[in-house]
């Protein structure tokens, strides 16, 4: 027996999507938007601000990764200024994680334009910070109500965000597979979502512009954070949580570098798991599969190079392995340091 939670979100997914945005508003009901932007979606941003016309009540555009809760505060501000009654975050996981931040104090409802792969529109968890503290809950109150995919909005998308979000994704998918939670509905998500990464993500530096392996890796991610959101992670979040919690280390780049690691490590404890994402990528084996895979391409390769100090190798070990939770293979803190070390230095997994 196994169950399985639908998270009941309406999906509207193309090209030129974001031209349906005030009609998802009407639907709604609502009247009075909140649309959050950042510097870099400007333009687009811009062009959905003109398009809500009497809807839109107010912008704000200081998202932030991790979601600091002074952040949020400010825009609760605006949010009770200006009489919101429902948000639309136009943008990657920082702008998503804003709405949700709101969603969760507010009960507002949610329009998600996602603009990278992190696929965090799919998932009732938010994290924030606060003081140097990053902390996380899983609650329906944050899953937005609807969700636009605009395939046109990510062609812009930098190289480098386009393949560290990408490899956020794959690593969703990975996790799952071995969740204790697995289930083959999530499995069949997740062994599409590498397929289809494993082919895009080589596609996209070749042709950043290329709309079918923008629409693959946007759909992969769709699929991928449907696991992230339905079935528990592992290790691998757990040590990208740390490095970004604690250590200030970027989001997707630090996945883009652990992952390889992770799943060496777990190899052993989840060996038909393991066998599964190795078909997926057409690789002999998966976590050297995901080694090479993304050894060619241009993003960052080791910890040392996202910034962290060879003396801080301990310490994250140390967090990381000071509460237990369930992974396929035991934790040891020797483990996971030795695991960080080779991640340290970009080596290739033994
Ligand atoms: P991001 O949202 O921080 O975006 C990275 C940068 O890319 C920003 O400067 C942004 O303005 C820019 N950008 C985004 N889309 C663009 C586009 N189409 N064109 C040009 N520039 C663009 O990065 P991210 O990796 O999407 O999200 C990371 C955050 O999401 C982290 O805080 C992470 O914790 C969170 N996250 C949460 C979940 C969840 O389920 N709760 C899942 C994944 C990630």
Redesign the pocket.
């Known amino acids: 027996m196994f169950s399985y939670t639908a998270n009941p979100a309406r999906v509207v997914f193309d090209g030129g999507t974001v031209a349906a945005l005030p009609n998802e508003v009407r639907r709604l009901g609502a009247k009075a938007v909140l649309l959050l932007g950042?510097?870099?979606?400007k333009e687009p941003a811009d062009r959905v601000a003109e398009a809500l016309g009497s809807l839109l009540a107010a912008r704000f555009d200081d998202?932030a990764?991790?979601?600091p809760v002074e952040v949020t505060e400010r825009a609760l501000e605006v949010v009770a200024r200006h009489g919101v009654d429902c948000v639309l975050a136009l943008?990657?996981?920082?702008?998503?994680?804003l709405a949700?931040a709101l969603a969760l104090r507010t009960d507002l409802p949610q329009i998600i334009a996602p603009?990278?792969?992190?696929?965090?529109e799919m998932?009732p968890?938010?994290?924030e910070t606060a003081e140097g503290h990053k902390s996380t809950q899983t609650t329906p109150k944050v899953l937005p109500e609807v969700v636009v995919y605009d395939v046109d909005?990510?062609l812009?998308?930098?190289v480098e965000?386009s393949l560290?979000?990408g490899v956020?994704a794959l690593a969703h998918a990975v996790e799952a597979l071995y969740s204790p939670d697995a289930n083959p509905i999530v499995d069949r998500f997740a062994l599409d979502a590498i397929r289809l990464l494993a082919a895009a993500l080589p596609g996209l530096v070749a042709d950043p512009h290329d709309v079918a392996a923008r629409s693959d890796a946007l759909q992969a991610a769709w699929l991928a954070?449907l696991c992230?959101?339905s079935v528990g992670m592992g290790l691998h979040h757990k040590l990208c949580h740390t490095l970004?919690g604690s250590f200030g280390l970027p989001?997707?780049q630090t996945h883009t570098v652990v992952l390889p690691y992770a799943m060496a490590y777990n190899a052993s404890g989840a060996p038909e798991a393991m066998r599964r994402i190795a078909e997926a990528l057409g690789a002999p084996d998966a976590a050297t599969g995901v080694y090479d895979l993304i050894a060619g391409l241009p993003v960052p390769h080791s910890l040392a190079e996202l910034g962290l100090a060879g003396s801080d190798v301990a310490k994250a070990a140390e967090i990381a392995s000071a509460k237990p939770y369930p992974n396929p293979r035991e934790l040891t803190r020797d483990g996971i340091e030795s695991l960080l070390r080779q991640a340290y230095a970009g080596t290739r997994p033994a």
Do not use: D, F, M, Q
Not at 91 to 97: A, D, E, F, L, V
């Open positions: 950042s510097p870099a979606l998202a990764e991790h979601t943008g990657g996981g920082s702008t998503t994680g949700k603009t990278t792969y992190a696929g965090s998932t968890v938010l994290g909005l990510t812009g998308l930098p965000i560290t979000s956020n954070g992230l959101g970004g989001h997707a």
